[in-house]
């Protein structure tokens, strides 16, 4: 459709525009036309009654007066002289006044209405018109004439107008469609060209576009579209050649896994040598193989394709984290470490199993290992609550929080460990599984007395009930292990 285009819509609105100017040209220009036929009119009857006061005895032979009337446009004239009327000059008419206009009293809108109401009325019509006669010749002058000899010229001076105004109106109107078109149209174009040619090769650095446009708001908006298009351009290169770097990294950490494995292997045998020096240092030589291992491992998990969406079911919340903080428990080197689950009993959330323990286990190893050099040991307590629109969990610990350098890039992959030797996997992870199911990881406060994480999973339900499965323990389902939480 032509009407769907700027350009089209350019024509559409200069045309309007045009025919709004030609009625706002048009009426008042017939309007004034006729005022001043009726006034010259008037003037013609003045002069033909004073021809007439001028002869002896204010009498004249039948064919002068109608001689005086057809030269003055008007079928009788009435004179009104001395507070005295009086009927001067008359010609013999059949039928009635169908309407009388006083233009001393007329408004502009009279004027205009009456003006539109004798192109419209009916022919045949006989007018009175009321007006003050010019250089005090009387007091009040007024004629009766005939109306269809005044439409006649009203129509031919209104199309007069309209020819002359249509012929300027569209020389402006052409003029400022071609000037629209050239200002504002052609540069839009010529965005939304450059739009498309990079869309299709947004790699290519050549096709982001050149700012050239001299006007001000057009020059804003290319400045805009070249800088988000060199982002992108050098956010892609970044993509690609972090891709390859991620490839060449997973072979690495592959093959090394492999090296890690077998020298694992020969440290078992080392750590049976009865050397006291070879025992003191094989336990520390395999803790650091299996964080090699460990590390590895994670590296290729994070490398390979994108978590598969989640599955979401219900699982009941207690007896799930109670599950996970014996694990927890079961391997704390501090004895002193305390789990205590807050859950309110019945409390049911609409999660992926796995991933859920995923999560939750990455968040409480991590406080787990903040509390391992803690003497007294420490408390890590897991609470939830419902919340407008789903199920908040807190992951909570009173340990020695976390440092200031961690906080900037805390969810970030290889970038927000705090632990030394730590990848920053952990979080990086967990942050995506919750993203996965329209929620958010986030940490809530982070001190010397403690760090808080806070959980939002969209839906909760009350106490599970009918036929459909509930989850209540993490073991209830083949699980994933928990990546190392590296914070």
Avoid at 212 to 236: F, P, T, V, Y
Avoid at 253 to 274: E, F, G, K, W, Y
Avoid at 295 to 323: A, I, M, N, Q, S
Avoid at 469 to 474: A, E, G, I, N, Y
């Amino acid at each position: 459709m032509l009407f769907n285009t700027l350009s089209g819509r350019l024509i559409l609105l200069t045309t309007l525009f045009v025919i709004l100017a030609e009625v706002m040209i048009l009426v008042p220009a017939v309007s004034r036309f006729r005022v001043e036929y009726l006034r010259e009119h008037l003037e013609r009857a003045q002069i033909a009654s004073l021809a007439l006061l001028a002869t002896p005895d204010d009498m004249v032979e039948p064919d002068l007066e109608a001689e005086l009337l057809d030269n003055a446009g008007v079928l009788n004239i009435v004179l009104q002289r001395d507070k005295r009327r009086e009927l001067v000059l008359s010609s013999p008419f059949s039928g009635a006044v169908d309407e009388s206009f006083d233009l001393r009293e007329a408004t502009e809108y009279t004027l205009l209405r009456d003006a539109v109401r004798c192109l419209l009325a009916p022919p045949g019509r006989i007018i009175r018109v009321i007006g003050p006669p010019v250089k005090g010749g009387g007091m009040v002058i007024e004629v009766t004439l005939p109306e269809n000899p005044l439409r006649a010229e009203l129509i031919a001076h209104g199309q007069g107008i309209l020819a002359l105004s249509l012929a300027v109106s569209s020389v402006a109107a052409v003029l400022l469609f071609l000037a629209l078109r050239r200002f504002i149209t052609r540069p839009i174009q010529r965005v939304a060209q450059n739009m498309s040619r990079f869309q299709e090769a947004p790699e290519d650095a050549r096709r982001i576009i050149r700012p050239s446009s001299r006007m001000r708001e057009l020059a804003e908006a290319e400045h805009a579209l070249q800088d988000m298009q060199s982002r992108l351009n050098s956010a892609l290169k970044q993509k690609e050649r972090l891709a390859q770097l991620g490839g060449a990294v997973a072979r690495i950490s592959h093959d090394l896994r492999n090296m890690l494995t077998t020298a694992q292997l020969l440290v078992d045998r080392i750590d049976m040598s009865r050397d006291p020096k070879v025992k003191r240092v094989a336990p520390k030589l395999v803790a650091s193989l299996d964080r090699a291992i460990n590390l590895c491992e994670r590296t290729l998990d994070f490398g390979r394709t994108e978590e598969p969406p989640p599955e979401p079911r219900r699982v009941l919340l207690r007896p799930f984290v109670d599950d996970l903080g014996e694990g927890e428990l079961l391997a704390a080197q501090n004895a002193g470490i305390r789990f205590r689950n807050d859950v309110p009993e019945g409390l049911v959330c609409e999660a992926d199993p796995d991933q859920l323990f995923r999560v939750l286990g990455n968040l409480i190893r991590n406080a787990r290992e903040a509390l391992e050099h803690v003497v007294t040991g420490g408390c890590i307590c897991l609470s939830a609550v419902t919340v407008e629109g789903g199920v908040e969990l807190i992951v909570a610990d009173d340990g020695p929080g976390l440092p200031t350098s961690a906080l900037e890039n805390l969810f970030q992959p290889f970038r927000g460990s705090v632990r030394r030797g730590g990848s920053g996997l952990g979080l990086a992870i967990a942050a995506e599984l919750v993203r996965g199911h329209g929620g958010r990881l986030e940490l809530l406060d982070t001190s010397t007395e403690g760090t808080r994480f806070r959980i939002f999973l969209p839906g909760a339900h009350p106490l599970p009930g009918g036929g459909e499965k509930t989850v209540t323990s993490p073991r209830n389902s083949p699980l994933h292990t928990p990546e190392s939480p590296d914070r």
